[in-house]
């Protein structure tokens, strides 16, 4: 799994990650979101609120570990959610967690 916060963590250094519950909702309705994640502990209304919105724009949506690991992976103290705004590094991302479960995500 730490392989694939480090992804994320490059992906942020490449300036293609948005972050925070309102940023990711707006990349979401603009279309510049591949990937969503989670953190399992944010606020069921955070979730919710999210999870519809990458359900209506069909932009896949993961829960990855709590909102200190999440944020530390991109150089925050904590954050509830990141999307990643490039295709090639949301793919990437992706298959990681792949290969991590098994194939089943």
């Known amino acids: ?3 694939v916060y480090k992804l994320i963590g490059l992906a942020k250094r490449a300036g293609k990650v948005k972050s925070g519950e309102a940023n990711v909702k707006q990349s979401i309705q603009e ?3 591949y990937v ?3 953190a399992s502990d944010i606020s069921e209304n955070t979730k919710k609120s999210i999870t519809n919105s990458c359900n209506y724009y069909d932009i896949s949506c993961y829960t990855l570990g ?3 690991t999440l944020g530390h ?3 925050n103290e904590f954050n509830a959610a990141v999307a990643v705004t490039d295709e090639g590094l949301a793919n990437l991302i992706t298959e990681r ?3 991590i479960n098994g194939g089943v995500l």
């Open 1 to 3: 799994m730490d392989k």
């Open 31 to 33: 279309g510049s979101a």
């Open 36 to 38: 969503v994640f989670i």
């Open 66 to 68: 709590d909102m200190i």
């Open 73 to 75: 992976s991109i150089g």
């Open 97 to 99: 967690l792949k290969n």
